[in-house]
């Protein structure tokens, strides 16, 4: 099992540019996450979903979207790129979402908006 | 109220040291408190967890310290390893929800 990747690992945007961070899982999880880490600040949740076809909000949505077509894939968009979302993006998936349920993380991709 | 403050935010540490993170909540709903361990340049990983029903999981050499009335819970490393320099999570979650509120992390360093 590779678990969850993602990519790509880095990226640099230009403001106002647009893109999309892959992530996929390979454990037949139902729920997947994106999280951004800001140093000092912690995980702050975008959007989760709790299964193919169906997503949420999270804390910090503004500036992106998702969408879930397959049990397995996750993509995160950002359309108009501004210097705020320069951050580290981590996607996760767990089986069923319990509060106990572990939620497994990607490496990361690195992005920087300049 | 839906926040979980850590602390501190860094800490150095000599070998065979005990290293403690702490974490404190608001929320009396929250019922599930993770702890998340991640190395440089990747992912978080869970470490170990603990519900409220209990003051103490061990597991190795990683002890989780829970204190329901003054809603706080801990985090111990004994006879902390270089090994163990990373960055650690806390979070919490409620029962009914798919959401954890992370802490802000604490930079360990423990010195050869």
């Known amino acids: 099992n590779a678990g969850v990747t993602q990519t790509p690992k880095f990226r640099i945007l230009k403001i106002g540019q647009s893109m999309t961070l892959q992530c996929t899982q390979d454990m037949n999880h139902n729920y997947m996450y994106w999280y951004r880490q800001d140093p000092g600040m912690g995980l702050k949740l975008i959007y989760y979903?709790?299964?193919?076809?169906?997503?949420d909000k999270g804390e910090v949505p503004n500036g992106y979207n998702v969408s879930r077509s397959t049990t397995e894939d996750f993509p995160l968009r950002l359309e108009l790129a501004a210097p705020s979302q320069t951050s580290v993006y981590f996607c996760a998936s767990s089986y069923s979402g319990g509060k106990t349920d572990t939620q497994y993380f990607g490496p990361g991709t690195r992005l920087t908006v300049l | 109220q839906q926040q979980v403050k850590q602390s501190p935010q860094s800490l150095i540490v000599q070998k065979g040291g005990i290293s403690i993170i702490n974490c404190a909540y608001e929320n009396t709903a929250f019922d599930y408190f993770p702890w998340y361990q991640q190395f440089p340049g990747k992912g978080p990983a869970l470490l170990i967890a603990i519900r409220p029903d209990v003051s103490e999981k061990k597991e190795g050499r990683f002890t989780i310290s829970f204190n329901k009335s003054a809603k706080q819970f801990s985090l111990h490393i004994m006879d902390s390893q270089p090994g163990d320099s990373a960055t650690y999570f806390c979070a919490a979650s409620t029962s009914g929800t798919y959401k954890y509120i992370f802490g802000t992390g604490t930079r360990l360093k423990v010195l050869a």
């Open positions: 979903s709790v299964g193919a076809g169906i997503t």
